[in-house]
Structures are given as C-alpha cells and as structure tokens.
C-alpha cells in the first residue's frame, strides 16, 4: 500500500508511505520509492513509464505487454514514450525479416518459450513445421508456383498445404478446399472454425478460438472496468443491458444480485424481453399460437415477429426463411442461416491480419505488382468487454 504524506517527525520531505510486510518504509522521493519497489517486488498502481502513482481508477490506463510481463501508463504519452526508449530490432523467428519488436506478434513454443514473430502467417508457418515432417516440396497450393523460401504452412484436417508467400497463404485461408471459413484466434493465433468468443470495446472486435483464451487475454491486457454492483475495479466478465443502458459487472454471482435489486425496484412490471434479451420495465405484451411473450418495445415486438414467423432476412447471405443462430452484435441482435452463415459475417469483420504487419510482404509488394495486398498495422489495444451470445428466442413453429 502506498501513500502521500508531508514530512516526518524530523521535518524531512517524505513523498511515500509504503507498508510492507508489518513494516512501514518511508521514501523521500519518485526515484526512491521506484527503487524500493523494484528491489521488494512489489506490485503498485504506478505508471511504468513516469513512475508517478496512478490515483485514479477512473481514469484512461493504457496497457502494453513487453518481455512477456503487463506494463501500465498513466496516459498515451508515456505509452508512446516508453516505446521510444524500448524499441528494439528483432529477426522473425521464421521469414528472418527484422522489425520492430512492438510492431511484432509474441507466440509461445512447446517449450514454454516467448518467440517473436512478424505475422501470424509465420506462426502459423513455425507451429505446422515443429509439429512434425511436412513431406516434400510442392507447388504451391493457391498460385500453383514453385515454392521459394521461406515456404509457409498450414494444416487443415490433416492435410498440410504449402505456400509461395503471405499472400497466398492468407487468400487460401478463405477459400480452402473444404469450403471452410477460418478464423484467427488473437490469444494464440492458431485459425478454427467454430463460433468464436467474442469481445466487444470502445468499437474494435477481438475473437477467440475458447474462452480460456479470451480470458487470458483479458488478464494479459488488464481489461479491467468498475463492477455496477460491487464498485470494485476488477476484470471485466460480462456486459448486460438494463432499461437501455450497458453495465459492467466481473462475475455471475454480481450480476445475479444486481439483478434482483433492480427487479426489486421494478417490481410486477420487471421482465426480460424475449427479443432482446434485456431486464426492463414491460412495454408490450404479445399472444400467439399459445404462448405469451413480454418485449421492452414494439419494435423488438415486430422484429421478433419476423423471425419467428419465418420473414426475417440472414444477415449475412440475406435469404430469408428459418434462421437458426442469434448473437448480440453492437447492441443489435442478428440472425443467421446456420454456422456457416454466422462465421462468413464474422470473418468479415476486424480479423489479426493474416498476411503480416512489417514483415515479408512488405518486401513482396516492392518486387511483383501482382502480389500487393493492403496491410493494416495491428490496432492498439485499449481494453475489451465480453458481448455476450444472444439467448435464442423461442423456438418457431417447423
């Protein structure tokens, strides 16, 4: 624990107050007290960059992950600043191609090891060779020419594809042979193509391959915000819409409680609304084929109505008919054909760039027109919140 204080019973400017252990340290200065923390290894809301104290929970705290440790600042500038006096230049692991290392992707080996990496095609491309014997040299299996190296991989249901360049290998990823649509997992860069978790914050998009991964993200990126019920800053769960408004809360149990007090207050008119999934008071009431069904307006009233009776569009292939899969997208609700219709939409959205962020095709670009791609540097992380999958409604009449 730290604190100001004045001075000491000497007089003496005393800056910090540490207690630690069943001691109580006073320190006279920034320097000094950054020295006692670092030789005691304590953990404190202090900016990594300027040393000061973070007071302010509400306040905008940047995150950075370096050397395999969370580093916090106070604000952008000491973030963009720290960077200035921590960039180094690394080779990528695999293309050898040197980049900075904040421009760069950190993955771990089997061994537990922190390796950097230029793209997440090169990762992909690492993690597919130390697996195990890739077989001959082939053309490759987009473009259909001789490989050069480095060669990059990919294995898709056991089958290992190679590849001339990032280019193909990322155009490949949306057109395999199988006809799946993959996704990349931003924790551990590996691509599935299941129905991803999804975080949602500040208007950028993070999917992961499973939650324990989307968790570790979390805790890696300090996703921290205040809880609505207890008023702890903690790691966020989950974000639930009340009577319109958006609440942060860090577990089940603080939403369950959260949610009977609001009920409490609301009392007989409290309901969730079967579209839309939020606690709110209830505006509409519809009967239908037997079943009663509370909604917080007409309008979740008339859309639910198109869905249940069949009428409703697909969101992504816009065919209208049966839609079997519905997710909260940005406080709206969306409805898909199937699984496959659900990750087309997502895979358009603001994927990792599969290609690379400084790396290697940034050399092809240079050498043959036919290759270029637009590459997007990597968006910096400020922090996330769980958008969570939408309850499905009930189910229509077949």
């Known amino acids: 624990v730290s604190r100001l204080v004045t001075h000491d019973t000497r007089g003496s400017f005393i800056q910090h107050e540490v207690s630690n252990g069943n001691m109580v340290h006073h320190l006279c200065s920034d320097a000094c007290f950054n020295k006692f923390r670092a030789t005691k290894g304590l953990k404190t809301s202090c900016c990594d960059n300027c040393g000061l104290y973070i007071y302010n ?43 900075k290392n904040f421009d760069m992707l ?13 793209s997440v095609c090169c990762i992909t491309s690492h993690k597919v060779k130390a697996a195990g014997p890739i077989g001959p040299g082939r053309p490759c299996s987009f473009c259909r020419r001789s490989l050069s190296e480095p060669a990059y991989y990919n294995r898709i249901s056991r089958a290992t594809y190679q590849f001339c360049s990032p280019s193909c290998w990322a155009k490949f990823q949306k057109n395999s042979p199988e006809g799946d649509i993959h996704l990349n997992c931003h924790s551990c860069h590996n691509l599935f193509n299941g129905k991803p978790e999804v975080l949602d914050w500040q208007g950028s998009i993070y999917q992961f391959c499973c939650k324990e991964c989307c968790e570790d993200y979390k805790r890696l990126h300090g996703v921290v915000s205040v809880c609505e019920h207890c008023k702890q800053e903690k790691l966020l769960h989950e974000k639930i819409k009340f009577s319109g408004v958006e609440k942060n809360f ?15 207050n609301l009392g007989l008119c409290c309901i ?11 505006a509409v009431t519809e009967e239908l084929d037997g079943n009663t069904w ?20 697909c969101h992504a292939c816009k065919r209208q008919g049966k839609l079997l899969e519905t997710i909260h997208w940005r406080g709206e609700i969306k409805h898909y054909c199937n699984q496959q219709c659900l990750l087309r939409f997502y895979s358009q959205q603001n994927q990792p760039n599969l290609d690379t962020q400084k790396g290697p095709e940034s050399l092809l670009n240079s050498q043959s027109p036919e290759s270029k791609t637009s590459t997007t540097p990597a968006k910096k992380f400020e922090s996330a919140g769980k958008t969570p999958t939408a309850q499905l409604p009930p189910s229509p009449p077949s």
């Not at 940047?62 to 952008?76: S, W």
């Not at 200035?84 to 230049?89: A, C, D, F, I, R």
């Not at 950190?106 to 230029?118: A, E, Q, V």
């Open 57 to 99: 929970k509400g306040a905008r705290v940047e995150y950075l992950i370096h050397e395999g440790q969370q580093k916090r600042f106070c604000n952008a500038s000491c973030l963009t600043l720290f960077k200035k006096k921590n960039t180094k230049v690394f080779p990528c692991v695999w293309c050898k191609t040197l980049c």
């Open 106 to 118: 950190p993955s771990k080996d089997r061994y537990g090891k922190i390796r950097l990496f230029c």
């Open 250 to 264: 860090c577990s089940e149990g603080c939403i369950l409680l959260y949610k009977q007090d609001f009920t409490k």
């Open 272 to 282: 969730t609304c079967t579209y839309c999934s939020q606690t709110c008071k209830r």
């Open 294 to 313: 509370d909604f917080c307006s007409e309008d979740c009233k008339s859309k639910y109505l198109l869905w249940y009776l069949k009428a409703a569009r």
